[in-house]
């Protein structure tokens, strides 16, 4: 459940599948497709769950993030087009092979390949599975725990455990204008509500 004192700041008009909150001083984020809950806090101000979850009564997976986000991965190409639009490719450290940008595939292609969000495999590391599967599958946690130690979060399409991962699951939302309109979505997270709006505002003008 959201924070008893949250107001409804914006909820997106057209697309389904997310809603923006506001409890001063902080921003309530929530996907729900994904069914993950983002709280978000101003650089500079203290982190507003230190001291329990229960206080603001989020639940237990809530992701919590510093903003405006500095430094992210993407680890597919699911907000690589809104980050775009918005002008912070510039804040991509590691980049998708799949990312159709032309900065992105740059970044890619200097060796800041991005590392999966969640592990590509299909089952744990275990006795019963081969060598060559679980060495296949630490060099991945590790790559992993190396990455997510150098960006502030990483960017991909579905929902994950990983507390870094922001899911933009734009592709499910039914509709042109529903998807395009989770630019809102990616913008919040870097202060870029204005721009956003104005973006959309166009493109729904244009449609």
């Known amino acids: 459940m959201y924070p008893a004192q949250a107001q409804l700041l914006r909820s997106c008009r057209t697309a389904v599948s997310v809603c923006l ?3 001063m001083p902080l921003q309530v984020v929530k996907n729900n497709r994904a069914n993950e809950t983002y709280v978000l806090y101003q650089c500079g101000t203290p982190n507003p769950v ?8 989020l639940e237990a997976n809530t992701k919590v993030f510093q903003i405006p986000l500095v430094s992210v991965a993407l680890s597919d190409s699911a907000a690589a087009g809104f980050l775009s ?7 991509v450290a590691f980049s998708s092979k799949y990312s159709y940008n032309q900065c ?3 970044i890619h292609a200097c060796g800041q390949e991005a590392v999966s969000a969640t ?3 299909d089952y744990d590391a275990s006795p019963d599975n081969d060598a060559e599967f679980n060495a296949s599958l630490a060099e991945w946690q ?3 725990t190396q990455q ?3 960006v502030d979060a990483i960017f991909t399409s579905s929902a994950s455990s990983n507390p870094k991962s922001i899911a ?10 529903n998807r395009a309109e989770w630019v809102k979505f990616v913008a919040v997270f870097f202060n870029k509500e204005v721009e956003a709006e104005r973006l959309f505002n166009n493109i729904r003008t244009d449609y």
């Open 21 to 23: 909150l506001l409890t």
């Open 50 to 57: 230190d001291s329990a979850d229960t206080e603001l009564g």
């Open 85 to 91: 639009e918005l002008g912070l490719t510039d804040r």
């Open 104 to 106: 992105l595939q740059a």
């Open 119 to 121: 592990a590509p495999f």
């Open 142 to 144: 590790q790559a992993s």
């Open 148 to 150: 997510g130690s150098q």
């Open 168 to 177: 933009v699951t734009s592709f499910a939302d039914p509709g042109v204008l």
